[in-house]
């Protein structure tokens, strides 16, 4: 059996058992109906403002830096795992390659990104 | 007893063939059987774990902890699981319904993922991948997405703000984890998870790569959003974090993926850096899966530890933590260990 089927066979089970016990428990809970039971929990008083607005800029800035450090380190994985068998030119290779990350994340951290604001 | 498992599976699988299915239902039926014991294990533990937790959260806090359910309180969490199974799950009016009820649905499915190549002991991993620890890598920060679909979809401040916090954090901190594992990949010269419990016969990597072991198991506790860097949650600014609308069966699942993924992160301390089933001090006597076993509790303790006796800190303390210093230390670690490497092999060792 392909590796695939054994991990598709984990995700559905996975998620199965999720759904599963959602329903089970909706089968066997009570239902009360309330007039503010449905309101949005914020300790007490009653919610002001739409929820869903433009939010602070500076968690996307991170998530930027995410995806182009994490597609970075995506690369270094076969280079680490054929490191012993490659000799020196990967080795100065791979200096290169580390210190573009190097010299991005000093960018970022001189232009304030990685401060939080 | 070393191979009680593997020897029960053998023979479980030929019991299979020999009544002549076809190859591919008894592989098929031997993974179910396989994943019902994931399961199984996964659910018992977190019982255990969540009562384990309590009790020394109790005594770190000088007081006995649960005790009234039970012989010392051992069935407190039986309880709990009947106590939440039975109560309503309360959708708010506001909130995006789909979203909503998908998120605790599928948050258990990227934890039990990842049990699927954790080796349990020599030849115990339901499917030993080649690149079993890239996979680990890319199941498990799948997390990040259902968090964030429950902290959107509540439509109250409070998630939203847990939201926004989990993704951050998650996101940062998957970096020194993704970095830390490469000098350990680059020793060994392999994804494969088993291959790199049996490389570390000769020295465990805790040794060989104390630093990566401090980034790994630091990044791997704001993975799963453990105290201290329980931000995301912060009971005390944010009620719940991204779980505060969430009730009964819907807040179980949560917390259940929760131990899940500590268990997951304590697993893969031990596989890459404390031997996995290795015997320490030559003490074989004793079967590998019970010491991959003490060695996942030896962590799980740890972080418990952590958890009760470190205050919460700040988000710019955090977000400073995660970029300033593990990301450049990881890639340092990255740099010494190929240098290292490489002048051993000059010198012919």
Same mark, same amino acid.
């Given at each position: 059996?392909?590796?695939?089927?054994?991990?598709?066979?984990?995700?559905?089970?996975?998620?199965?058992?999720?759904?599963?016990?959602?329903?089970?428990?909706?089968?066997?809970?009570?239902?009360?109906?309330?007039?503010?039971?449905?309101?949005?929990?914020?300790?007490?008083?009653?919610?002001?403002?739409?929820?869903?607005?433009?939010?602070?800029?500076?968690?996307?800035?991170?998530?930027?830096?995410?995806?182009?450090?994490?597609?970075?380190?995506?690369? @270094?994985?076969?280079?680490?795992?054929?490191?012993?068998?490659?000799?020196?030119?990967?080795?100065?290779?791979?200096?290169?390659?580390?210190?573009? @990350?190097?010299?991005?994340?000093?960018?970022?951290?001189?232009?304030?990104? @990685?401060?939080?604001? | 007893?070393?191979?009680?498992?593997?020897?029960?599976?053998?023979?479980?699988?030929?019991?299979?063939?020999?009544?002549?299915?076809?190859?591919?239902?008894?592989?098929?039926?031997?993974?179910?059987?396989?994943?019902?014991?994931?399961?199984?294990?996964?659910?018992?533990?977190?019982?255990?774990?969540?009562?384990?937790?309590?009790?020394?959260?109790?005594?770190?806090?000088?007081?006995?902890?649960?005790?009234?359910?039970?012989?010392?309180?051992?069935?407190?969490?039986?309880?709990?699981?009947?106590?939440?199974?039975?109560?309503?799950?309360?959708?708010?009016?506001?909130?995006?319904?789909?979203?909503?009820?998908?998120?605790?649905?599928?948050?258990?499915?990227?934890?039990?993922?990842?049990?699927?190549?954790?080796?349990?002991?020599?030849?115990?991993?339901?499917?030993?991948?080649?690149?079993?620890?890239?996979?680990?890598?890319?199941?498990?920060?799948?997390?990040?997405?259902?968090?964030?679909?429950?902290?959107?979809?509540?439509?109250?401040?409070?998630?939203?703000?847990?939201?926004?916090?989990?993704?951050?954090?998650?996101?940062?901190?998957?970096?020194?984890?993704?970095?830390?594992?490469?000098?350990?990949?680059?020793?060994?010269?392999?994804?494969?998870?088993?291959?790199?419990?049996?490389?570390?016969?000769?020295?465990?990597?805790?040794?060989?790569?104390?630093?990566?072991?401090?980034?790994?198991?630091?990044?791997?506790?704001?993975?799963?959003?453990?105290?201290?860097?329980?931000?995301?949650?912060?009971?005390?600014?944010?009620?719940?974090?991204?779980?505060?609308?969430?009730?009964?069966?819907?807040?179980?699942?949560?917390?259940?993926?929760?131990?899940?993924?500590?268990?997951?992160?304590?697993?893969?301390?031990?596989?890459?850096?404390?031997?996995?089933?290795?015997?320490?001090?030559?003490?074989?006597?004793?079967?590998?899966?019970?010491?991959?076993?003490?060695?996942?509790?030896?962590?799980?303790?740890?972080?418990?530890?952590?958890?009760?006796?470190?205050?919460?800190?700040?988000?710019?303390?955090?977000?400073?933590?995660?970029?300033?210093?593990?990301?450049?230390?990881?890639?340092?670690?990255?740099?010494?260990?190929?240098?290292?490497?490489?002048?051993?092999?000059?010198?012919?060792?």
């Amino acid at each position: 059996m392909p590796e695939g089927g054994a991990i598709l066979i984990f995700l559905v089970v996975g998620v199965v058992f999720g759904i599963g016990g959602i329903i089970t428990s909706f089968l066997i809970h009570p239902r009360r109906k309330n007039a503010v039971k449905g309101e949005p929990y914020e300790c007490g008083p009653p919610t002001q403002g739409p929820t869903w607005v433009r939010f602070k800029v500076q968690y996307f800035v991170y998530a930027l830096l995410f995806v182009i450090f994490d597609v970075e380190t995506i690369y @270094l994985y076969p280079w680490a795992v054929k490191f012993n068998s490659l000799g020196m030119f990967a080795f100065v290779e791979m200096l290169i390659f580390i210190s573009i @990350l190097v010299i991005g994340l000093w960018y970022a951290w001189k232009e304030g990104a @990685l401060e939080w604001k | 007893m070393e191979n009680l498992f593997t020897n029960l599976a053998g023979s479980l699988r030929a019991a299979l063939e020999s009544t002549g299915l076809p190859a591919i239902l008894t592989d098929t039926s031997m993974t179910m059987v396989k994943l019902t014991a994931i399961l199984v294990f996964i659910l018992l533990n977190a019982l255990w774990l969540v009562y384990m937790e309590r009790k020394v959260a109790g005594y770190i806090q000088f007081r006995p902890g649960p005790n009234r359910v039970g012989p010392k309180g051992l069935l407190q969490t039986t309880a709990d699981i009947g106590k939440l199974m039975s109560k309503e799950v309360v959708i708010p009016k506001q909130a995006d319904k789909v979203l909503f009820l998908l998120a605790p649905a599928l948050v258990f499915a990227p934890p039990l993922m990842v049990f699927a190549v954790v080796p349990f002991g020599e030849n115990m991993a339901a499917i030993d991948m080649n690149i079993g620890l890239f996979y680990f890598l890319a199941v498990a920060s799948l997390s990040t997405v259902i968090f964030w679909m429950a902290g959107w979809s509540s439509n109250n401040k409070y998630s939203l703000l847990g939201g926004m916090r989990v993704v951050a954090q998650m996101v940062s901190y998957e970096l020194p984890l993704v970095l830390s594992i490469l000098g350990v990949v680059m020793i060994t010269g392999t994804l494969n998870i088993s291959e790199i419990v049996r490389s570390q016969q000769g020295i465990w990597f805790i040794f060989a790569q104390p630093l990566a072991f401090l980034i790994f198991f630091i990044a791997g506790v704001a993975e799963c959003n453990r105290a201290p860097f329980d931000l995301a949650e912060g009971e005390s600014e944010l009620v719940a974090g991204p779980f505060t609308e969430y009730s009964g069966m819907g807040f179980a699942m949560f917390f259940l993926a929760e131990y899940a993924s500590a268990l997951v992160i304590s697993f893969m301390c031990a596989i890459l850096f404390l031997g996995g089933w290795l015997a320490p001090f030559g003490m074989t006597f004793i079967p590998g899966w019970i010491w991959m076993f003490l060695k996942v509790y030896l962590v799980m303790f740890l972080i418990m530890w952590i958890r009760w006796t470190y205050p919460r800190i700040r988000v710019d303390q955090l977000m400073g933590f995660g970029w300033k210093v593990l990301v450049p230390l990881s890639l340092a670690n990255i740099f010494v260990t190929g240098l290292v490497m490489k002048i051993f092999k000059m010198l012919g060792w």
